[in-house]
């Protein structure tokens, strides 16, 4: 059964740092695209990052381009979200995803398997 499993999340204060896991079971992550997306109190989810499956390349919602980046470690089977000078309005559950497609991007619709999520809070 392919399963995605996100880790890392906490509380944290503004302009700390945090680094989340997204662990596949199942399934190969190199074979995969993955995105990183997140859903804050009251809002509708939206993307955050992404990592292609050919070549690593990479995008970033502007909201978190210069403080977020997103990695792989294939012998792992395991993406990263390095997370750099949280700000309060990045509190959110942050869900991994993954597709088999040829795809680079953070159309939602465009992944097929999903993470539970972890949750992500900055407050002091």
């Known amino acids: 059964q392919l399963q995605l499993v996100e880790s890392g999340g906490g509380l944290v204060q503004p302009g700390g740092s945090l680094r989340l896991s997204c662990a596949a079971s199942?399934?190969?992550?190199?074979?995969?695209?993955i995105g990183w997306f997140r859903q804050a109190p009251g809002k509708e989810r939206e993307g955050a990052s992404c990592?292609?499956?050919?070549?690593?390349?990479?995008c970033y919602a502007d909201s978190v381009k210069g403080r977020f980046t997103i990695s792989r470690d294939n012998a792992k089977n395991t993406v990263y979200f390095q997370m750099h000078s949280l700000k309060p309005e990045d509190t959110a559950v942050y869900y991994c995803?993954?597709?088999?497609?040829?795809?680079?991007?953070?159309?939602?619709?465009?992944?097929?398997?999903w993470g539970q999520g972890t949750q992500v809070a900055v407050s002091s």
């Open positions: 990592i292609s499956r050919r070549d690593a390349s990479t």
């Open positions: 995803a993954a597709t088999p497609r040829d795809y680079y991007g953070l159309l939602q619709y465009r992944y097929d398997y």
């Open positions: 199942g399934f190969t992550l190199d074979y995969y695209a």
